[in-house]
Each structure stands twice: as C-alpha cells, then as structure tokens.
C-alpha cells in the first residue's frame, strides 16, 4: 500500500512516518522545503495551495491520510485558509483521480463548533468530507501528546517548577501520538470504518479530570505539584498576556481559551474504533512518562 500523506513534517505526520517505517508502508509525503531522503518515503514539495503539487502527491497512491491543519494562529482568518480550503483544494484533487479512500484527521473540538474558531473551521471541513462522494473516515483525536509536541510540553515545563495551572472542572481524553499515528495507518485501507467519525483514546474509560492530568504531569517529571483551576476570566487575561510577551508565538490565545473552559472533551465510547481495527498500547501515566524522558533527552526540561 502507497499512501499520500500531508502534514509530514509536523507533530503528527512526523509520527505517521515512523509508525510507517516500522510497518513497511510506502509514503507520499507533501512538504514546503527539501528534506533529508528517509527510506520509504517519496518527498513531494509544494502546498496544499499548489494544484501542481497535490497531483504529484497522490499520482500512484491507494490511499490519502489528511492530517495537515492549523491548530493555532494569531489571525483567526488563517484556521479558514488552512482548515477548510486545504481540505477542498484536497478533495477537489482527488476528483479527477482513481484514489477513493481518504482519512481526515479532525479534531475532538469539531463536536462543538461554536467554542473556537479552530473548531468550526474543523467542522466545515468535516461537512466537506462527508460529501464528497468518497470512501472517507473522519478521524477526532482528543488531546495528542508525545515526543517533539510543542504544546503540552507547557505543562510539562510548569510542573517542573511544581505548579501546573488547569481550567475549570471538567475532563478530557488523550492519546499518544504514535497510538494515533498507528491509528491513522490502520484505517488507510479501503472499506475500513467508511462514513465513520471516529474517537480514538488511550482506552481510558471517562478520561482525566483536568487535576488528575496535572498531577500525573507532575509525577512524570519526578514533582508533586499544585493544581489550580483556573477560571475563564483569568485564562483570558492569560491569554492576553501571553500575546503581548511571546506575540505570534504565544501557545495560549483567546481562540484556545474557548474550548479549554468546556467541561467535557471525553471521547464517546460509541464513537471508538473498532477493536479488530485498531486499539491503543499506550496509556496515559506511561505515555507521559516516556513524554518526560524525551523532552529530558533532547534539552527541552
């Protein structure tokens, strides 16, 4: 099986190559800028605003593995530009080609679109998918983590001081990267989960309440560590802050803000994927503490 993949070069598509790697699976993998060759893959440059590109990319393949996206922007317009024209740019491609299979990496925020901007530009490209006439699954993954994430690895480095601030009372999922990463692959195949949303978890049944996660943060690097709950005022003047001292690199924004105070980001058992598909091997406390030794290994804690 060839797959065609976007979003290569980031948190999840980095991990998607890997799990590829380890099963023999041949990539197509959409780039911006030249990258080192890696055995198995076929680098493509270009974007997803490139129609040249996009049909290099899938010329060949059997199947497309969507997960290029923007979770975070200092303009809201850019989640529209990223999220939802991509996806159509994507889909249009696919309209004069043989591949029939398409899995769309969402988001768990699309299930309530009018929290964020993030969200409901998630869930338009979802609508988009869903009509598109194609053999697709749309994937929700809750709260990734792992190895080279860039955003939970804030509350790793907070719970190194002993202090990682939560939101308001409330529970979400997570998923380690590579189990995500596996999952994705796992779907690729024709007639697999078609016309599905999809859940998947760390198999932890009504997730984490946000101070159990923290604390599990902080036993992962070796702290004990206070967990405030935070509420959405003060999370929105953090935000704030956080613009005026980091600007376009700030990690928390009011955009984000939004879907953080919802009290329920657990993934729906009904909505998991099949067992005889996929199931996890990763849970949570052993997740995060391989997470920990990792950021610990390459500097970052």
Same mark, same amino acid.
């Given at each position: 099986?060839?797959?065609?993949?976007?979003?290569?070069?980031?948190? =999840?598509?980095?991990?998607?190559?890997?799990?590829?790697?380890?099963?023999?699976?041949?990539?197509?993998?959409?780039?911006?800028?030249?990258?080192?060759?890696?055995?198995?893959?076929? $680098? =493509?440059?270009?974007?997803?605003?490139?129609?040249?590109?996009?049909?290099?990319?899938?010329?060949?393949?059997?199947?497309?593995?969507?997960?290029?996206?923007?979770? #975070?922007?200092?303009?809201?317009?850019?989640?529209?530009?990223?999220?939802?024209?991509?996806?159509?740019?994507?889909?249009?491609?696919?309209?004069?080609?043989?591949?029939?299979?398409?899995?769309?990496?969402?988001?768990?925020?699309?299930?309530?679109?009018?929290?964020?901007?993030?969200?409901?530009?998630?869930?338009?490209?979802?609508?988009? =998918?869903?009509?598109?006439?194609?053999? $697709?699954?749309?994937?929700?993954?809750?709260?990734?983590?792992?190895?080279?994430?860039?955003?939970?690895?804030?509350?790793?480095?907070?719970?190194?001081?002993?202090? =990682?601030?939560?939101?308001?009372?409330?529970?979400?999922?997570?998923?380690?990267?590579?189990?995500?990463?596996?999952?994705?692959?796992?779907?690729?195949?024709?007639?697999?989960?078609?016309?599905?949303?999809?859940?998947?978890?760390?198999?932890?049944?009504?997730?984490?309440?946000?101070?159990?996660?923290?604390?599990?943060?902080?036993?992962?690097?070796?702290?004990?560590?206070?967990?405030?709950?935070?509420?959405?005022?003060?999370?929105?003047?953090?935000?704030?802050?956080?613009?005026?001292?980091?600007?376009?690199?700030?990690?928390?924004?009011?955009?984000?803000?939004?879907?953080?105070?919802?009290?329920?980001?657990?993934?729906?058992?009904?909505?998991?994927?099949?067992? #005889?598909?996929?199931?996890?091997?990763?849970?949570?406390?052993?997740?995060?503490?391989?997470?920990?030794? $990792?950021?610990?290994?390459?500097? $970052?804690?």
């Amino acid at each position: 099986m060839i797959i065609a993949l976007t979003g290569a070069t980031g948190f =999840v598509g980095q991990a998607v190559l890997d799990a590829g790697s380890r099963q023999g699976v041949e990539v197509r993998a959409l780039t911006r800028r030249a990258q080192e060759p890696r055995e198995g893959v076929t $680098w =493509v440059e270009g974007s997803l605003s490139d129609k040249a590109s996009l049909a290099r990319l899938v010329e060949g393949a059997d199947s497309v593995v969507h997960v290029a996206g923007l979770t #975070n922007a200092p303009d809201p317009k850019e989640f529209e530009i990223a999220n939802v024209e991509g996806t159509t740019a994507l889909l249009n491609t696919l309209r004069s080609s043989p591949i029939e299979r398409f899995i769309f990496t969402s988001s768990l925020s699309a299930r309530e679109p009018k929290l964020s901007l993030y969200g409901a530009s998630k869930a338009k490209a979802e609508a988009y =998918v869903e009509t598109s006439g194609l053999d $697709w699954t749309i994937v929700r993954p809750p709260a990734v983590y792992g190895p080279r994430d860039k955003d939970m690895f804030e509350l790793f480095r907070s719970a190194k001081y002993g202090i =990682v601030p939560v939101p308001p009372k409330g529970r979400t999922s997570l998923i380690h990267v590579d189990d995500l990463a596996e999952c994705l692959l796992a779907l690729a195949h024709g007639g697999v989960a078609t016309g599905a949303k999809l859940e998947p978890d760390d198999g932890r049944s009504g997730g984490y309440e946000h101070g159990e996660l923290a604390r599990l943060i902080g036993t992962a690097v070796g702290k004990k560590v206070l967990t405030p709950h935070l509420p959405k005022t003060l999370l929105a003047l953090a935000a704030r802050s956080d613009r005026l001292v980091r600007g376009d690199r700030a990690k928390l924004t009011p955009d984000r803000v939004g879907y953080m105070v919802h009290p329920d980001w657990v993934c729906r058992p009904e909505r998991a994927v099949p067992p #005889n598909i996929w199931s996890p091997r990763i849970d949570g406390p052993a997740g995060l503490a391989s997470t920990a030794r $990792w950021y610990r290994r390459e500097g $970052w804690l």
